[in-house]
């Protein structure tokens, strides 16, 4: 699994990279975001953005680093 530390990143640009990523994956895969806050504000952009194709689990929740495992939902048959 593909981790996506973004840290050290711009935080103007974090969200782009992120959904980058995301559109990236392949049906059922999945990438590990590192981060230095709660990246709840991202999940309420992927429900808005992105409803029904992806996954959402916290591996770990602060308080310095949250790893949370974004997944590309396998598509309804």
């Known amino acids: 699994m593909q981790t996506l530390d973004v840290r050290t990143i711009a935080p103007r ?3 782009p990279l ?3 990523t995301f559109d990236a ?3 059922g895969e999945a990438f590990l975001l ?10 309420y952009q992927f429900s808005a953005e992105r ?3 992806f996954s959402w689990e916290y591996l770990e ?4 680093t949250w790893r949370v495992r974004v997944g590309k939902s396998a598509p309804a048959t």
């Open 25 to 27: 994956l392949g049906s």
């Open 34 to 43: 590192v981060n230095d806050h709660d990246p709840k504000p991202l999940y």
């Open 18 to 20: 992120i959904f980058a």
């Open 51 to 53: 409803q029904g194709q």
């Open 61 to 64: 929740q602060g308080p310095e």
């Open 13 to 15: 640009e974090r969200h």
